[in-house]
């Protein structure tokens, strides 16, 4: 077999969609797994879907989530341009169009609007579409060349049969069959003098040798176009892998209303470009020991395309977090820190230990904007309801919490070393004193700190960030609030 060769060629329209995002991740994984090549193209011959700064967006996607090509605009290895505007310019569609005519499998269409809004539309796998009548097959070659040289705009389209069958081979689906009474005479040269999207894949893939074709199930309809276009120039059929189809929770299309229809969208949420690759994996793809982490290297390792499963793929952005939060807790703290920084000042004005508040809370979140709802308290005591005083299983209770917090204030206002050691060292000597449970002691101490039920460390921790006065002051309150419930 020739080198694997894969190829991303997605359309610069904006963000890159996540059902985009694991078409070129699959495909890079299926040409790293086999050592073959990771081919980017640029596919931007619909102008009107242009928008400017798109491949700027798809080129810091695929860098930022480690989908390094071997091949593309800036990295030409023979088969370029990698950019089809630019191939269009050179000619390229246009000579391969002119080839089909030349050889009957297409012809030159001079048909208005006004007659093609008058055909008939039928219902095709649910859809209503217009089947174009083939009217401009019939005309004479002298009748073309006349239109041509009068300047009448034209578009050029393949010329399919309306009879018999058209089969071709997927490696998830199978054989499929489709009539050809359903194959529409596609164009494949738009009056612009731009190609279709169908008709440029197909000359490019062939001229950059391309292997394995990965795109959604939705393309499936249309192979058969492009294997007759295969046969017509005689050219090799590419291995087909149709990816099933990307869901939210309830079944529907992803939206960027629901925030998990881009990965931009889903970066700005506080998610790891590691993580949503590696939840993306995921999304219609199972090893086959059924384990949920993997590393990049560990995914080209263990990459089969022959296990995706046909069935829709559900974005499940629980399971989603689930995972980013695992990433978390494996991160280096430095590097955690330095990403968790700027979501802890958001919240934050004080000077604080960052670097010590950042591990407290490192364990205890999913994305990193959890972090702040568990990190206000430090900026400002919140009101709180003396209630939370009361803990079965700490036994304790207002009365005991009012005792404890009088008992260890003087104990506090002594002290002078205030690190998480010194402090835990002299509320134990209390608590041996006391002859209680250690809980007994710091459930009134830390909600009288942090006026919080959940709180991302105990409460000596807090009370090394607070500092001593801050500390005292907070205690203070705990008593007054006790005193006058």
Known sequence: MSKVRCRFAPSPTGRMHVGNLRSALYEFLIAKHDNGDFIFRIEDTDRER???????????????????????????KGYGPYVQSERVNAGIYMQYAKELIDKGEAYYCFCDKERLASLKSEVVEGKEITVYDKHCLGLSKEEVEAKLASGIPYVVRQNNPTEGTTTFHDELYGDISVDNSELDDMILIKSDGYPTYNFANVVDDHLMEITHVVRGNEYLSSTPKYNRLYEAFGWEIPVYVHLPLITDEDHKKLSKRSGHSSFEDIIEQGFLPE?????IALLGWSPEDNREIFSLQELIESFDYRRINKSPSVFDMGK?????????????EDKFYEMALPYMKQVLTKDFDFKKIAKMVQTRIEV?????????????LPEYDIAMYTHKKMKTTAESSLEVLKDVLPMLEAQEDYSNDALYQLL???????????????????TAASGMQMTPAGATEIMEILGKEETIKRIKKGIELLQNA
């Open 320 to 332: 989603l977090k689930w995972m980013n939060g695992e990433y978390i807790k494996a991160m280096d």
């Open 428 to 446: 134990l000597s209390y608590v041996a004193e006391k002859d209680v449970k250690n809980g007994y002691v710091m459930w009134p101490i830390r």
């Open 368 to 380: 990193f904007p959890d972090i702040m709802p568990l990190i206000t308290f430090f900026e400002e």
């Open 275 to 279: 993580a949503v690759v590696n939840y």
């Open 50 to 76: 242009y928008v400017e700064g798109a491949v700027e967006i798809i080129h810091n996607t695929l860098k930022a989530t480690g989908l390094e090509y071997d091949e593309g605009p800036d990295k030409d």
